[in-house]
């Protein structure tokens, strides 16, 4: 349930570039982060970098088309995006807090938060979501820059970027968990 409510808003717009306007889409997209920061609000639960970031993006981008330069293409406005999706993920590892970490401290125990093997998996886990950013990315430009790309190719890059990263964020911790049991089973053997 939390990977849908933080991918939600992306999803959101994405589908919605598809079928409506830039703007649409933008502060659709918005309010969708602003329900899910008010949920976790709700339920007692920080507010997340990621998605107070996403939020005052898409908000931020939504006026400046409304008000400003409505000529922007579909492209260029996913491409900006994916620019600020990237940056937040990348401030946040510079801030050496990695966006993930405040997720994972959700969903585990004060003492497995506590370990430093947490703290370096999601580092690893928020690498692995700013590669997948960057692809995205990289498939925007490419989108942009070699016209004769078909438009499923961009698509198709961005559904397994993500899908990767889903995989990888759901599959690590199980990996890490199976490692550390296994290394203290040998540990005690002794």
């Known amino acids: 349930m939390m990977i849908f409510l933080i991918l939600a808003p992306y999803g959101a717009f994405t589908a919605l570039m598809l079928v409506t306007s830039a703007a649409v889409s933008l502060f659709t997209a918005a309010a969708i982060c602003l329900m899910v920061i008010a949920h976790d609000i709700l339920h007692g639960r920080s507010i997340k970098m990621l998605g107070a970031g996403s939020a005052l993006l898409f ?6 088309i409304t008000l400003a330069d409505a000529g922007w ?8 995006v994916d620019c600020g999706v990237f940056a937040i993920s990348l401030a ?10 405040q997720y994972a401290r959700q969903v585990v ?3 497995t ?4 093997g947490f703290l370096k ?13 960057m692809l995205m ?21 961005a559904f397994a970027a993500r899908n990767t990263a889903v995989y990888f964020t759901k599959w690590y911790p199980e990996y890490q968990r199976a490692k550390f049991a296994s290394s203290t089973v040998s540990a005690s053997a002794l």
Do not use: H
Request: proline share 6%.
């Open 113 to 116: 938060a506590r370990l430093p």
């Open 137 to 157: 990315l990289i498939a925007n430009i490419l989108m942009i820059y070699v016209p004769g790309l078909p438009l499923w190719s961009g698509i198709a890059i």
């Open 92 to 101: 946040s590892l510079a801030m050496r807090q990695p966006f993930t970490l």
């Open 121 to 133: 998996a999601n580092y690893i886990i928020t690498w692995a979501w700013t590669a997948a950013f």
């Open 73 to 80: 293409s579909s492209s260029v406005v996913k491409l900006t």
């Open 59 to 64: 908000a931020a981008l939504g006026c400046y």
């Open 109 to 111: 125990d004060a003492e």
